[in-house]
């Protein structure tokens, strides 16, 4: 069975803290790896999409990375701050698929 | 590019009753598709459209539910005979169809059966 699965599901940290977000997934045959970011009552935010071609992916203080063989996924936020509180979501693409398949997220607070 | 916008935000029913959601995907995105989440779980996948042709529908998706996209641009999620499972946030998102392209979410409409 293709699942996703993000450990733990929650997590505090202080300010100016490096964040590490761990995603892990059942089926290495994935076809991309994307990292959404959602605050409470909205909706999904796209932060990184990582191909399964790739090994990781930059953007500002984000990074994530890819390693299909051992099923997982990290996303990095450098120098955490209070507005990146907030529930990360990991979502892998499988092949000759087109939906989303999440994980359950990991509630992120960032204390001042 | 304005986003995907989802219509009602809110929407409040008794049991019973039918309720029709509205998503307006980004303009040149031909795919758009369904998802459901309900309180601490992800997003799960409903239903998806490529233009006009509803290409796939999950499990999930029960007679009570229908989705349309009559032209091609915006979609319709319709649920009959509302009950109290069905409270959930339903969230649309629409892509491009080329490879790796990533999906974009609308702010998602929050159904409350009482």
């Known amino acids: 069975k293709q699942e996703v699965t993000q450990i733990p599901a929650a997590l505090s940290v202080p300010e100016g803290e490096n964040l590490v977000l761990n995603c892990s997934f059942t089926d290495s045959a994935i076809y991309n790896l994307q990292w959404f970011r959602q605050d409470p009552g909205k909706g999904l935010t796209s932060l990184l999409l990582?191909?399964?071609?790739?090994r990781e992916q930059t953007s500002g203080r984000l990074n994530a990375s890819l390693d299909k063989s051992s099923g997982r996924s990290t996303l990095y936020i450098a120098a955490s701050q209070p507005g990146d509180s907030a529930t990360y979501l990991c979502?892998?693409?499988?092949?000759?698929?087109?939906?989303?398949?999440f994980g359950a997220g990991t509630t992120v607070t960032v204390r001042a | 590019d304005t986003g995907v916008s989802q219509d009602p935000r809110h929407k409040i029913t008794k049991r019973g009753q039918n309720v029709t959601f509205r998503c307006d995907p980004i303009?040149?995105?031909?795919?758009l598709y369904w998802y459901r989440q309900t309180l601490g779980q992800g997003p799960e996948f409903l239903t998806y459209f490529q233009n006009e042709a509803q290409l796939e529908k999950s499990r999930l998706l029960s007679d009570r539910f229908s989705a349309e996209r009559p032209k091609g641009s915006f979609s319709t999620l319709e649920i009959q005979r509302t009950e109290q499972g069905d409270s959930a946030m339903y969230l649309c998102?629409?892509?491009?169809?080329?490879?790796?392209?990533?999906?974009?979410f609308g702010d998602g409409t929050r159904l409350s059966i009482l």
């Open positions: 303009s040149e995105h031909n795919r």
């Open positions: 990582i191909q399964s071609s790739q």
């Open positions: 998102a629409s892509s491009l169809s080329a490879s790796n392209q990533p999906q974009h």
């Open positions: 979502a892998v693409t499988w092949f000759t698929d087109y939906k989303l398949s």
